[in-house]
Nanobody, 123 residues
Framework: VQLQASGGGLVQAGGSLRLSCVAS????????TAWFRQVPGEEREFVAG????????YYADSAKGRFTISKNSAKNTVYLQMNSLKPEDTAVYYC?????????????????WGQGTQVTVSS
């Protein structure tokens, strides 16, 4: 499985971005995709996740009410719509996939990772 993340960029505080993560290769509904983010010198942190089967979604407290994760099964794509962005959302955002329907918040559960896309929010 290969993951291709895109959609990052520079945006002012209060603005919006939509990240995309396209999965290619072997795919199945018995999987979960998550978005993580990382700033230099810090650990990668869970942002949001979605189950391919059923579409259940999960969010970190920092993302609740502002970010929405969704999927398009026909396109093997997961999206992260980010609204009301804040400077503290600045990070490299990674999508990750694991087999099995459980959305874990710890990165070690995920076997496949995209290359990361930079999100910068200016104040």
């Amino acid at each position: 499985v290969q993951l291709q993340a895109s959609g990052g960029g520079l945006v002012q505080a209060g603005g919006s971005l939509r990240l995309s993560c396209v999965a290619s290769g072997r795919t199945t509904n018995d999987a979960a995709t998550a978005w993580f983010r990382q700033v230099p010198g810090e650990e990668r942190e869970f942002v949001a996740g979605i189950r391919w089967s059923g579409g259940n979604t999960y969010y970190a407290d920092s993302a609740k009410g502002r970010f929405t994760i969704s999927k398009n099964s026909a396109k093997n794509t997961v999206y992260l719509q980010m609204n009301s962005l804040k400077p503290e959302d600045t990070a490299v955002y990674y999508c990750a996939l694991r087999w099995g329907s459980t959305v874990h918040t710890a990165e070690q559960w995920y076997s496949y990772w995209g290359q990361g896309t930079q999100v910068t929010v200016s104040s």
